[in-house]
C-alpha cells in the first residue's frame, strides 16, 4: 500500500448531555487510506459514524488525535487552512444530494471549480466530462428536480469530484434510493473514484455494497475494527 492519504491516529470525541452525562463517542479510533482505495464504514445508527465522517473531513475537532490529510496533521490546523483544505482536497456526499435547486445539473458541477478560482470555459468542460463519464450528458441542462433521484445523486458525485479532491467521505450516499438504482448509482461512483485514484471512505449499512469496495471497517465501541 502507498503512503496514506487520509490518517486518523487516536481519535477521541465526547459530547456532554448535561452536566452529569457524557458520551465517548470515538475512544481511539485509527484509520489509514491509501490512493485508489475504497473502504466501507459499518456501524449501527448513533454508534459515532457521522461524527468520525466530520472529524475526517475537518467539518470538527477531535478532543484529541491527529487528523494526517498527505502527512500533514490538520486536527489542531486554524479555521482558514482548514476550509482551504476541505475546498481543494476534500469531496463530501451525503444521503440527499443538496444540490443548488435553481441552477443545472452542468452549472452544479461548475460552481465548486468557479469558487476554487478555475474559469469558467475549463470548468464547464470539466463538468461536462464528469456528467458524461456517469450518462447525464443529455440531461446537463436539466435542473434538479427534473431528474430522478439515482441522476440527481450522480450530479452530487461530479460536483464532490469536480476540484479532483484526493479523498471522497461519503455518508450512506445511496441510502436514499430503491435498490436498483443504488446498485447502479454505487457501481459508477466506485468506478468514478478508481479511475481518479483518490482515496474514499463510503459509509453504509448495505452489506452488499460493502462487500464490492475494497476493505470493510467497522466502528465498534469507538473503535475502528
Partial sequence: ???PVLQLNGLH????????SEVQVLRGA?????????????APSGAGKSTLLHIAGLLDTPDAGEVRLDGRNMAAAGDRRRTLARRAEIGFVYQFHHLLPEFTALENVM???????????VARDHAADLLDRVGLGPRASHRPAELSGGEAQRV??????ANRPGVLLADEP???LDPA????????????VRDTGMAALIATHNPDLAADMDRVVRL???LLV
Fill in 1 to 3: 500500500m502507498s503512503e
Fill in 13 to 20: 470525541k465526547a459530547y456532554n448531555h448535561g452536566l452529569a
Fill in 30 to 42: 485509527d484509520l489509514a487510506l491509501a490512493a485508489g482505495e475504497v473502504v466501507a464504514l459499518m
Fill in 111 to 121: 460552481l465548486p471549480q468557479l469558487a476554487a478560482g478555475v474559469a469558467a470555459r
Fill in 156 to 161: 452530487a458525485f461530479c460536483r464532490a469530484l
Fill in 174 to 176: 445511496t441510502g436514499n
Fill in 181 to 192: 438504482s443504488a446498485g447502479q448509482v454505487f457501481g459508477m461512483l466506485t468506478a468514478l
Fill in 220 to 222: 465498534d465501541h469507538g
